[in-house]
């Protein structure tokens, strides 16, 4: 077996009978190919053994349990002030995902932002407190004694996150991290105002109205679209990567045989390859809504969350429950335990796209028959990341019903959905581009008899 380290002279096939004719010249170890990614530095040489046939998404290298990070505020009473002034009415100001007092109009931002992790901090497993596991999912209402009366005010978490007082009119906010999922550690602020992203909708739908039924073209409004904090878990990981394969790169091609039999002939130099790198991974997200995570499509369309990511998660800011005023939430209803596969086999994905860079030399494609992806250090915490959401639900004529989705990612406007479509007319556009193909067809035969 070949050294894993390097890449080997790669062996020739045997000439077939088309081939005898000419015989190619011997083949050279590859240079080094050129490549933008270039793995962190320190890194050691493969060894000169092969890896060991590990499963996709190793185990990883952390042997200690996690360390649980208090994320939380530190406030039970609900109210938060302006720095300024002392006011409680404070809300988001439009376009900057900043706070704004509406009494004496001060905008301020509360805590740091949560900027790029950092690899030398990011060893062992640490979990964010608003990402500790859920011991409490039927915990619905929350009251709260406010500390400008004295009056008690209950919260149904699966509503809202804010009231007002009744007595003193002081604004409160749910910040005590109870453990059922719905405080979580960081929060990312809409930018993108509800006229503009009633605007992304409008546009998404109009170039979709030829194909869409009569009955969404008639009933179809964005007056009804909700703006809504989704549950992410977000992970940074510190990771190693250590890929054993072969790869090929073409050598040369030539046209072999005349007439009918000819054909395209390729001499590919077959290579051991080896990659062995450490890479930090910020800013994974995971479904934290089990709801969205397993998929019907029969029933709905939620899934186009998917497409309109990324977030710029490194701009959220601490929990605080004045970012949620005047949008909607959703639980977290999912703990680290439940994703932990899906993270590993995602991690495992980036480290093997990230090698891919470092391949472009072998033209003839690359096979890893070894991967081995581990973590020395993982953080994770939850987040709520924000989303403009219109829904209609179609009632199909067999009695079957689907509730489609249009979503716009309030950070970057990045737009995607599903629209009920007009079977009919579809079904007879196809058949009218099927009839013209075959009519075309049979003129370029005639053509080309007469």
Known sequence: MPSAGVEQAPWAPSATPEQAAWAPPAPTAPPEPASSF????????LANTPLANTPLANTPLIKQGPTIIDTSSGRSDGLNRCPKCGATDISIQPGTGMLQCSFCRNVFELGQREGPADANLLRGEKIGSG??????????????????????????VDETMTARCHWCRHLLSLENQIPNGAVPDMVLPFILSRQQAQAKIEEFVKKRQFFAHPRFRKE????NILGVYLPYLVVDANTHSDMQGYAGHVARSYTVGSGK????VYDIDIYNI??????????????????????????????????????????????????????????????????RGLAYTQLADIARFQAGKTTSYYDAGV???????????????????????????????????ILHYVSVNARTGE??????????????????????ALLLSGLLAIAIMA
């Open 38 to 45: 270039t793995p962190p530095s320190g890194n050691t040489p």
């Open 131 to 156: 990402a500790a596991n859920i011991t409490q999912p039927d915990y619905t209402h929350v009251t709260m004694k406010c500390q400008g009366c004295g009056a008690e005010v209950v919260i149904n």
């Open 220 to 223: 179809f409004t964005t007056e």
């Open 261 to 264: 039999n000819q054909h395209r």
């Open 274 to 339: 080896g990659r062995n790198f450490d890479l930090l991974i910020d800013d994974l997200t995971v479904e934290a809504s089990s709801a969205r995570r397993d998929i019907n499509r029969r029933i709905n369309t939620n899934n186009i969350i998917n497409s309109i990511m990324p977030f710029d998660v490194q701009n959220s800011v601490p929990y605080n429950g004045n970012y949620l005023k005047g949008f909607s939430s959703e639980r977290r209803d999912t703990n680290i335990d439940d994703v």
């Open 367 to 401: 096979v890893w028959t070894t991967e081995n992806t581990a973590a020395s250090g993982m953080l994770w915490k939850a987040a709520y990341l924000p989303v403009w959401l219109y829904s209609y639900y179609e009632k199909k004529s067999d009695g079957n019903h």
């Open 415 to 436: 737009t995607m959905g599903s629209v009920p479509l007009n079977t009919a007319r579809l079904l007879g556009i196809s058949a009218i581009i099927e009839a013209g």
